[in-house]
């Protein structure tokens, strides 16, 4: 394997160069969240005091008109709140398609970690993983790269490793979130506020295209993005079932009242309960619940 060379990249095509903030557009397929809140605002203050002390990194679009960002999609947006003109940029020249999308991908997993990210994301990850487009060698030159940037020290990489192991996750697990990959982003959203669970998020994975997008229609709140009806595992398995069945309907399931279980009474400790759900809505707590028992669980 060819090790990353800095001196090459900085060569006269991957300079640095000053690019006008209206000139940049994000990635075509940019799925991670964009920092919010006091993380935001700590990078705007940086960056209106400092300036953006790493360059982003972009390729041309566009016949050269605009540059789309790969890595610093974060830096663009505190970059415009804080009224900046331009951003130092490495622009990349020729990239493959699956070269590209390992830039955006590796970026995000060093900069926020893998367990930061939204079940969605982890699920892209993971999929990402899996494909066979995806160069070891190539990959790891670029994780070398990404470590350069940012002062940290290379690393080795065994191509052997499974995906599994390297997250720290069982393989059932896994499974899991590589079919929530294939949802929609409507149902996707379900799982990240986690009103979804992932075994009920399973099974609508293998509904077509635009049967996840009439379940999604059907039963999302429009004032909230949220669900209007609870999805359990068991409602997820019959909804499964009615795609092949043309004597019922998704509308039918949905308006049906499920039977009530029996529940059992846990008590939480106040000091958990108001570090993780003081603002939580109650009916979004048992859903959290069982969402994080069946993670706990599958990693057992």
């Known amino acids: 394997m060819t090790e990353f060379n800095f001196g090459a990249m900085m060569s006269q095509e991957n300079q ?5 903030v ?23 203050e940086s960056i209106k005091t400092n300036g953006v002390m790493t360059p982003i990194v972009v390729q041309p679009v566009m016949n050269g008109e605009k540059y789309e960002i790969l890595i610093g999609h974060n830096r663009w947006n505190a970059s415009k709140i804080a009224g ?21 991908i590796e970026s995000n997993l060093l900069q926020r970690g893998f367990n930061e990210l939204k079940i969605s994301e982890q699920a892209r990850v993971l999929a990402l993983r899996y494909e066979s487009v995806f160069s070891q060698g190539k990959r790891n ?13 290379k690393q080795k990489h065994n191509s052997r490793e499974e995906v599994g192991a390297e997250y720290g996750l069982s393989r059932n697990t896994v499974a899991r979130l590589l079919r929530v990959d294939k949802l929609n982003d409507g149902i996707k959203a379900w799982v990240d506020r986690r009103e979804l669970s992932i075994r009920a998020a399973v099974e609508l994975s293998y509904l077509s295209e635009n049967e996840q997008e ?17 999805i359990s595992e068991k409602l997820a398995k019959e909804i499964r079932k009615t795609a092949n069945d043309e004597n019922k309907s998704f509308n039918d399931l949905l308006s049906e009242k499920e039977k009530e279980t029996s529940t059992k009474s846990v008590k939480i400790n106040s000091n958990i309960f108001e570090k993780y759900l003081t603002n939580v809505d109650k009916k979004q707590i048992s859903s959290i619940i069982e969402n994080a028992l069946e993670m706990y669980f599958s990693k057992l």
Do not use: C, W
């Not at 994000?26 to 920092?35: C, D, E, K, R, S």
């Not at 900046?84 to 955006?104: F, N, Q, S």
């Open 141 to 153: 030159d670029i994780i070398n790269e990404l470590l350069e940037l940012e002062g940290q020290p």
């Open 214 to 230: 009439k379940i999604a229609k059907l039963n999302t709140d429009t004032s909230s993005g949220g669900m209007i009806k609870k």
């Open 22 to 44: 209206d000139m940049l557009v994000p990635y075509h397929n940019h799925q991670f969240t964009l920092y919010q809140g006091e993380r935001l605002d700590d990078m705007v």
């Open 16 to 20: 640095i160069k000053q690019i006008p």
């Open 84 to 104: 900046r003109e331009t951003v130092p940029a490495i622009i990349k020249e020729g990239l493959t398609d699956e070269e590209a999308e390992i830039y955006v």
